[in-house]
């Protein structure tokens, strides 16, 4: 029993963490638990199990075996108390918001920040009254002066996508500790393996589970991890430590301490808006995080790799890579981010809107793809899709160029993705630059 | 805390302990104390509720100190304001309980620092449902981080063994 208190390194945890090999098959990979509900053995254990008293599988709706095997993994891998997974990072966003937030509440988020994430939480600001100030979160002070005494959430990537905004951990948390709100920090980008949020002050993490986790494009998912250190009771939160009336009048937090909110996020929010993972996809997610740590390395030394190459190239006026020698950000990479920034970045082409639609039809390797986070190289030029609509002024104030281009670095031989992109800068540079 | 919250102590409590005295066991089944005394009692401990306001609790006698339960006591559990442990902490060292254990939020340095001195095990701020669920029963089934690592064929039906 000694050796009971070793302390795992993260490629093993990657590997092993929450599964347990099969008591009856002996089965060495996670079964799929491809079932929509759960023999009970007798009626009083299936009565301990609706009263919480009593860990036991009742519904796919609200737990599933593979589901909650992925779910401890990333809760292990993010050193969280543990994490409830959903249908879609959105899914886990929304529901993470729903359980926390009251009408007239105030939340200050990241003004950089996923469209996604922008247009959800406008939507949610609209339908359930919650007031928003959008932070400048490369401003040393844009937490402190965008908090109130009504703050109960603060919001923000690690990395921001697409700008490449490395977010000050320490400084937002700090803020977020004086006014008794949780920091929840988005870590898509960076991914455990780079950063782990929760180590710097942060209180609860959510992902895309759909980019780097699953690591290959297959599926779509979400998961919210909590690092059980808030302190819902702090008078700030009755939702979660006062009666719930949505679960016969149980107190989450006072019931569950450090499981508190997980307690509730599965046994009332997941239970009510129904976004549950599917088992499939929650194997196809243990698979991928069995190998995050490899691809990650690989990852970000491509993707830096891409960005020193494509610095100084003709036609090429700006490269927005954070680990990059001359970025705003390389002091916060340094210090929350020593093995990488991830592999997302932007570049802005010369020749404008025109130049940018040329270079993706240009590109023969790289896939002109709305995800990040594949094993395969992904290109997107948001002036001719995500930012469409915009005019080239809309589009300065939302923080792309009209020649802005996303690149999500594959693993790929680097030498072939640099082969593509030197062809398509050579279409681009044909166009016809806009006076 | 931390030496308070020892695995390896938390671990040898649970595989060892037959009598749990749960010290402010409430009959409200909606308050944590009923929680885990449900959990204990129905993972096997014997389960005596300590509390001068009750008469009975899961069909157990309900004594109103430690110092007037009739058996031996393997783990004092305790469910109150961290205000009242140091006395508790005396009354488990007066009836030579094996260990004294404070649930979440019941954190009491005096407490723990007594109960320590007077030779019995201590762990602070966890709770003993939690614990017993992450080592041996079924926590990793609602995704909570158990910090199990394993290459090893599971016990086939862990969830009312000892």
């Given at each position: 029993m000694g050796d009971e208190r070793r302390e795992f390194g993260f490629h093993t945890r990657a590997v092993h963490a929450g599964q347990r090999p099969d008591p009856y098959t002996g089965a060495s990979a996670t079964p799929i638990y491809q079932t929509a509900g759960f023999v009970f053995e007798d009626t009083e254990s299936a009565s301990a199990y609706f009263n919480l008293q009593e860990y036991g599988n009742i519904y796919s709706r609200i737990m599933n075996p593979t589901v909650a095997a992925f779910e401890e993994r990333i809760a292990n891998l993010e050193n969280g108390v543990g994490a409830v997974a959903f249908a879609s990072g959105l899914a886990a966003q929304a529901a993470l918001f729903f359980a926390l937030l009251e009408p007239g509440d105030h939340i200050a988020v990241a003004k950089a920040l996923y469209g996604g994430s922008t247009a959800q939480l406008n939507h949610l600001a609209r339908k359930?009254?919650?007031?928003?100030?959008?932070?400048?979160?490369?401003?040393?002070?844009?937490?402190?002066?965008?908090?109130?005494p009504a703050t109960k959430t603060l919001f923000a990537e690690t990395i921001a996508n697409p700008g490449g905004n490395v977010l000050d951990l320490e400084t937002a948390a700090a803020v977020a500790q004086e006014v008794g709100a949780p920091l929840i920090v988005d870590n898509t980008f960076a991914t455990p393996y780079l950063c782990r949020p929760l180590e710097w002050g942060?209180?609860?993490?959510?992902?895309?589970?759909?980019?780097?986790?699953?690591?290959?494009?297959?599926?779509?998912a979400g998961v919210v991890v909590d690092s059980g250190e808030f302190n819902w009771s702090n008078g700030r939160f009755p939702n979660i430590a006062e009666p719930s009336s949505a679960y016969h009048g149980l107190r989450f937090h006072e019931t569950f301490g450090v499981?508190?909110?997980?307690?509730?996020?599965?046994?009332?929010?997941?239970?009510?808006?129904?976004?549950?993972?599917?088992?499939?996809?929650?194997?196809?997610?243990?698979?991928?995080?069995?190998?995050?740590p490899v691809r990650m390395e690989r990852h970000v030394q491509s993707a830096l790799a891409v960005a020193h190459w494509l610095q100084g190239r003709p036609g090429v006026s700006a490269v927005r890579h954070p680990a990059l020698p001359d970025s705003p950000y390389r002091g916060l990479v340094d210090k929350y981010l020593p093995l990488g920034a991830g592999s997302v970045f932007s570049f802005d082409l010369e020749s404008g809107r025109d130049g940018g639609r040329r270079f993706i039809e240009a590109l023969k390797l790289w896939s002109h793809v709305a995800n990040v986070g594949d094993t395969k190289s992904l290109v997107i030029h948001p002036a001719s899709t995500t930012h469409r609509q915009l005019s080239d002024e809309e589009l300065v104030t939302a923080g792309v160029a009209p020649g802005t281009v996303r690149l999500s670095v594959g693993l790929e031989d680097v030498d072939d993705l640099v082969w593509d992109l030197e062809r398509a800068l050579r279409a681009a540079r044909e166009a016809t630059v806009p006076a | 805390m931390k030496e308070f919250q020892d695995p390896h102590t938390i671990l040898e409590l649970i595989l060892n302990a037959r009598t749990v005295a749960l010290v402010g066991l409430s009959n409200n089944e909606l308050r944590a104390s009923h929680f885990a005394g449900y959990y204990?009692?129905?993972?096997?401990?014997?389960?005596?509720?300590?509390?001068?306001?009750?008469?009975?609790?899961?069909g157990e006698r309900a004594y109103p100190t430690l110092a007037d339960v009739p058996e031996r006591i393997d783990v004092v559990d305790v469910f109150r304001d961290p205000a009242a442990v140091p006395k508790?902490?005396?009354?488990?060292?007066?009836?030579?309980?094996?260990?004294l254990w404070l649930q979440f939020g019941v954190i009491s340095?005096?407490?723990?620092?007594?109960?320590?001195?007077?030779?019995?095990?201590?762990?602070?701020?966890?709770?003993?449902?939690?614990?017993?669920?992450?080592?041996?029963?079924?926590?990793?089934?609602?995704?909570f981080n158990t910090g199990a690592i394993t290459g090893r064929r599971a016990v086939a039906s862990p969830a009312l063994e000892r």
């Open positions: 359930l009254q919650i007031e928003i100030d959008w932070v400048d979160m490369d401003d040393p002070d844009g937490w402190r002066k965008a908090v109130s942060a209180d609860i993490v959510v992902h895309s589970a759909t980019k780097f986790i699953v690591g290959n494009g297959t599926t779509i499981y508190g909110l997980l307690m509730k996020l599965r046994a009332e929010t997941l239970r009510d808006l129904g976004a549950v993972l599917a088992p499939f996809n929650a194997f196809l997610l243990l698979l991928g995080l069995e190998t995050l | 204990l009692q129905r993972h096997g401990y014997r389960v005596i509720p300590v509390n001068p306001r009750e008469e009975r609790v899961l508790i902490a005396h009354e488990a060292v007066d009836v030579g309980a094996g260990a340095p005096e407490g723990a620092r007594i109960a320590s001195e007077a030779g019995l095990d201590v762990v602070m701020d966890r709770c003993m449902k939690v614990e017993h669920a992450r080592y041996l029963g079924r926590m990793h089934w609602m995704g």
